[in-house]
Nanobody
Framework: VQLQASGGGLVQAGGSLRLSCAASGRASISYRVGWFRQAPGKEREFVAAIGWIGERGYYADSVKGRFTISRDKAKNSVYLQMNSLKPEDTAVYYC?????????????????WGQGTLVTVSS
């Protein structure tokens, strides 16, 4: 599976961005998807995840109520809608996928990673 993350950019605090993660390759195989982020000088951390069924997502406490993860199976894509952005959301955002079905929140749970997209939130 190859993953392509896009949609990052520069936004003011309080603004919104929508990240996309497009899967190709063995995309017909069921997969779960997670979003992670890494700020300068910090460890990569979990942000949100969605299982293959895709009924609802699971979120880190720091983004709960502001971010929404969703998927479009027909387009082999997963999205991260980010609202009410804060300067502390500034990071490179990565999408990751794995052939299992249930939601996962650990980096080690995922086999495939996209290249990352930079989100910068100015104050």
């Amino acid at each position: 599976v190859q993953l392509q993350a896009s949609g990052g950019g520069l936004v003011q605090a309080g603004g919104s961005l929508r990240l996309s993660c497009a899967a190709s390759g063995r995309a017909s195989i069921s997969y779960r998807v997670g979003w992670f982020r890494q700020a300068p000088g910090k460890e990569r951390e979990f942000v949100a995840a969605i299982g293959w069924i895709g009924e609802r997502g699971y979120y880190a406490d720091s983004v709960k109520g502001r971010f929404t993860i969703s998927r479009d199976k027909a387009k082999n894509s997963v999205y991260l809608q980010m609202n009410s952005l804060k300067p502390e959301d500034t990071a490179v955002y990565y999408c990751a996928a794995d052939g299992a079905i249930k939601i996962a929140t650990e980096r080690s749970d995922y086999d495939y990673w996209g290249q990352g997209t930079l989100v910068t939130v100015s104050s």
